[in-house]
């Protein structure tokens, strides 16, 4: 990595959340993207490296309010328009990474217009899958005092756990288990590359065998 690009490293982990969002984290998003990128030869990774060093750079505010108001990829947005802004890039490649930043969350709103954003969006998301996924649900689940297991339909929960906005309300009332059926198992459906679904469609197919032996499990039944 570029000495111009650890200043922002430097910056990040100052700033980064839990053990699932940390330094580690946004290294194997910007590994994923790498990979995303060097298959194709319309990517300015001038945009799409500080996008991916700065994604998540207000992931910990987000964590640390109880309001639910902060949307780490807004907040993140306009925490590195300052910092790239002290550091002298160009405003109109600031526009394009806080874009990036922006745009690299499902409940945003705001959906990924470039390709440097699409690759982002997608690098972040199969990080929450395949093994690797699993083990960052279960390091947020005991962050959150969750259960290992718990087998409720998937309709009872969202009545009872879910709000308008999509976020959980309860979250130690919410599991591994949970999370993949709600969200996971759809991720190769949602991304933008066709790169990137078939790495998805390979994690999901090892997620869906490890949950299927984990229900066997702890029911007795294996």
């Given at each position: 990595m570029e000495k111009?690009?650890?200043?922002?490293q430097d910056i990040v982990e100052k700033e980064l959340s839990y053990a699932a969002h940390d330094l580690d984290h946004v290294m194997r998003v910007y590994h994923l993207c790498l990979i995303l990128a060097g298959q194709r030869d319309d990517v300015d990774t001038e945009v799409l490296i500080p996008a991916v060093l700065l994604h998540d750079i207000a992931r910990a505010k987000e964590d640390e309010d109880n309001s639910g108001e902060i949307d780490h990829a807004v907040l993140g947005a306009e925490m590195a328009e300052k910092i790239l802004q002290d550091l002298n890039y160009d405003p109109d490649l600031r526009q394009e990474i806080t874009h990036c930043i922006l745009a690299h969350?499902?409940?945003?709103?705001h959906q990924p217009e470039s390709i440097e954003a699409k690759i982002l969006f997608d690098a972040d998301k199969l990080d929450i899958i395949g093994a690797t996924g699993i083990a960052r649900s279960f390091m947020l689940a005991g962050q959150h005092g969750e259960r290992l297991y718990h087998e409720v339909s998937v309709e009872e929960y969202l009545k009872e756990n879910i709000g308008e906005n999509g976020r959980i309300k309860d979250a130690s009332k919410h599991t591994t288990n949970l999370e993949f059926e709600l969200k996971l198992r759809k991720i190769p459906d949602r991304l933008y590359t066709e790169e990137a679904k078939a790495i998805a469609r390979k994690r999901v197919r090892f997620m869906e065998s490890f949950f299927k032996t984990l229900v066997e499990e702890v029911t007795g039944n294996k």
């Open positions: 111009r690009y650890r200043v922002l969350r499902f409940r945003t709103g």
